[in-house]
């Protein structure tokens, strides 16, 4: 998984602030996909990208959360105003072709650990 | 997105024994995964399946997706210490893009 770049790996920020999470798809790959993971819980789909687009953000909160895939540079996870229960690992995945097709699972990057004091 | 059923949620075992941990849903899935996840990293692919009834091996990893589809199973034979980790089961349903992932199976393997 070391193909999927994320930063940074750890993240503080205090309540009120804005949280940055960047990640990095492997080279070629144009699908990018956000999972969040709550501690001794599986990971949760929050949103799908694909070069300018969003494809399926249905696993987003409606408020203060937002993603982005430029045409240049890096997906982003914008989180604003975060709060105590934003703390968790966030993992970005990327893909050649669309989700999960054959031959095309996902593979994951080493996540960004934030914790909101 | 659907909620999968791993089981156990851990084991201890000791270092040569055999393991097996499954998943199951309630709704049918056109593909199953398996990921290992280590401390502080992120979930690493194992297995991947994509047709009902077929069976895949990775060196001591063996997965097989249910003539159902709404389960899965994963045997680790002859287990080493370096096994240790938290294994995830992950579905997706024909019509979405999300990965539902269970909750884990925490492996301890002493030597």
């Known amino acids: 998984n070391a193909g999927v770049m994320q930063n940074p790996r750890h993240l503080v920020r205090r309540r009120g602030q804005e949280a940055r999470l960047r990640c990095s798809p492997m080279?070629?790959?144009?699908?990018v996909y956000w999972y969040r993971q709550l501690p001794e819980e599986g990971l949760k789909f929050m949103v799908y990208?694909?070069?300018?687009?969003?494809?399926?953000e249905s696993g987003m909160p409606k408020e203060r959360f937002s993603a982005e895939f430029p045409k240049e540079g890096p997906s982003i996870l914008r989180i604003q105003q975060v709060v105590r229960g934003d703390s968790a690992a966030y993992f970005c995945?990327?893909?050649?072709?669309?989700?999960?097709?054959?031959?095309?699972?996902?593979?994951f990057g080493n996540g960004t650990r934030l914790t909101v004091t | 997105g659907q909620q999968l059923n791993q089981s156990p949620q851990s084991m201890f075992i000791q270092e040569g024994e055999d393991v097996s941990m499954n998943c199951t849903s309630s709704?049918?899935?056109?593909?199953w995964l398996w990921y290992k996840q280590d401390p502080g990293e992120g979930p690493v692919l194992l297995i991947a399946?994509?047709?009902?009834?077929e069976l895949t091996s990775n060196g001591r990893l063996t997965a097989q997706f249910g003539i159902t589809r709404k389960d899965s199973f994963l045997n680790i034979s002859a287990s080493i210490p370096s096994d240790v980790g938290i294994y995830f089961c992950?579905?997706?349903?024909?019509?979405?893009?999300?990965?539902?992932f269970g909750k884990g199976t925490s492996l301890l393997v002493t030597p």
């Open positions: 992950a579905g997706q349903e024909n019509s979405g893009y999300a990965l539902n």
């Open positions: 080279k070629g790959h144009s699908h």
């Open positions: 990208l694909q070069k300018e687009n969003i494809i399926d």
């Open positions: 399946l994509y047709k009902a009834g």
């Open positions: 995945a990327s893909s050649p072709t669309g989700p999960s097709s054959y031959n095309s699972p996902l593979h």
């Open positions: 709704s049918i899935f056109n593909t």
